[in-house]
């Protein structure tokens, strides 16, 4: 059997980017910059033999779905377990609005993010278990096939630390920048190789330009 080819992309500059805002489950759009940063991965992208694009069902992973999925010919499919981390009351908040709006959790640190969240949030453990079933499922439906996923920095980081064997402490180990590409083989034999890590053409751009 033959190898089975994930492009792993994270979805284009969001328009709140400036302010750093936790996003999560909030549904906002990306820039034009974002919109670029789609356009040039899927210049790079032609001519690679991908036969699906899927995204998450939040906005600023399927516009750049859609952007991949016309220059490659493929209707993109949205897949809602694909979504950002949940945070909870923390949703569309900075972290300076959230702890003022709630002291009692002003000490939260996403160092422990692992196996602690935020009031009505998830921890990184119950996202990898509800990111992880999905992406099995689309591995076993493209088998020996390549497929593109957009999605968003905390799954795809989830997706990466599984394939590099990496424990849920390790999530902020790995760099996920808008617009970057990832590559990731999965062997019939289960092993799993990264091929490419927060790749892609956007990062041979100016860090200006991109945040």
Request: glycine share 10%; aromatic share 8%.
């Amino acid at each position: 059997m033959k190898t089975t080819r994930l492009y792993l992309i994270r979805h284009g500059q969001v328009a709140n980017h400036h302010e750093f805002r936790y996003n999560g489950h909030s549904d906002v759009d990306i820039t034009s910059v974002g919109e670029r940063q789609m356009e040039r991965l899927a210049e790079f992208l032609t001519g690679e033999p991908i036969k699906a694009v899927f995204s998450s069902d939040l906005k600023r992973a399927f516009k750049g779905a859609l952007v991949i999925g016309k220059k490659l010919g493929l209707e993109p499919r949205k897949i809602t377990a694909f979504r950002e981390l949940h945070l909870g009351r923390w949703e569309g908040l900075t972290r300076q609005e959230a702890t003022e709006r709630f002291p009692e959790e002003a000490h939260f640190s996403f160092k422990d993010l692992a196996t602690t969240k935020v009031k009505g949030g998830e921890t990184l453990l119950e996202l990898r278990k509800r990111v992880l079933p999905a992406l099995r499922d689309l591995i076993e439906r493209h088998r020996g096939e390549a497929f593109c996923l957009v999605l968003h920095g905390g799954v795809n980081r989830v997706i990466l630390c599984d394939a590099m064997g990496l424990p849920m402490e390790n999530f902020f180990a790995i760099e996920q920048d808008y617009g970057c590409l990832n590559v990731i083989d999965h062997f019939p034999d289960g092993i799993k190789v990264v091929k490419m890590l927060n790749g892609g053409p956007n990062q041979s751009l100016e860090k200006s330009v991109i945040y």
